[in-house]
């Protein structure tokens, strides 16, 4: 039999939205300013290496016009997603076509826990495993003590609904999630509509999370 060394509860770490990203002073100033200052200095030397191969009087003189023109028509087209949103803002219309005026708002990621789990197994050997839940901490907690505490039954019919911990896409999509883990199992194998019942792995996860007091992001289970 496994012996369980430890069980930890902590939400991942937010990613900084990409629409985020592009709105900071080195997405929206100093890359297109290095891009279009790389493209202008190309530009113009082939241009100027051109002017010498053909004889030209003053070589550097068509090279540097050109570097400069590349620079700047580089630097505004680099810029145009700006002076799009800026627009946008002013007349207020959708200028490019994507179906919002201004900034278009990324939606929010889905909520997810991440678990990790460390045990020791009959053989001696040491085991790690991360599982990544789609459900929040609060979801989770009312979870645990509704089958380790109160002993309500793992049933779509007792856990979605009106004031409810989940609507019934969360309860299917964590479900899943834990019936793929071996987490829970099923309660019945001839009648499905018993529902799932804890398996020894899905005990132990579930009881980190009553241990998880906040605003402590992470916890450890000794038992």
């Known amino acids: ?6 069980v930890t509860v902590s939400p991942p770490t937010p990613r900084p939205a990409e629409r985020e990203y592009l709105h900071t002073l080195q997405a929206g100033a100093w ?21 010498y191969a053909l004889r030209a009087r003053h070589p550097l ?38 179906g919002v005026i201004g900034v278009r708002q990324e ?21 790690e495993s991360i ?17 380790l505490v109160s002993g309500v ?4 019919r007792r856990w979605t609904g009106p004031g409810k911990p989940f609507s019934t ?22 009648d499905a509509r018993q529902g799932f019942v804890l398996t020894q792995v899905g005990e132990q996860v579930l009881r980190g999370f009553l241990l998880e007091e906040p605003p402590s992001p992470t916890t450890s289970y000794q038992p």
């Not at 039999?1 to 430890?6: I, L, N, P, V």
């Not at 700047?72 to 959708?94: C, F, G, K, P, S």
């Open 169 to 190: 896409g969360e309860f299917r999509a964590l479900r899943a999630e834990l019936i793929k883990r071996g987490l829970i199992m099923p309660a019945s194998e001839k």
């Open 107 to 127: 939606p929010p990621e889905p909520p997810e826990v991440r678990v990790r789990v460390s045990m020791v197994k009959e053989n001696g050997h040491y085991q």
């Open 61 to 98: 003189t068509p090279g540097l016009v050109a570097g400069l023109l590349a620079w700047a028509a580089t630097w505004l087209w680099l810029q145009r997603h700006w002076y799009t949103l800026t627009l946008e803002a002013i007349v207020n219309r959708d200028l490019d076509g994507d």
């Open 131 to 147: 599982y990544h839940l789609p459900a929040t901490l609060e979801q989770m907690r009312a979870l645990a003590e509704g089958l």
């Open 1 to 6: 039999m496994s012996r369980y060394e430890q």
């Open 31 to 51: 890359l297109p300013f290095l891009q279009a200052s790389i493209t202008g200095v190309i530009i113009g030397l082939c241009v100027a290496g051109l002017a």
């Open 153 to 156: 039954p793992f049933t779509e």
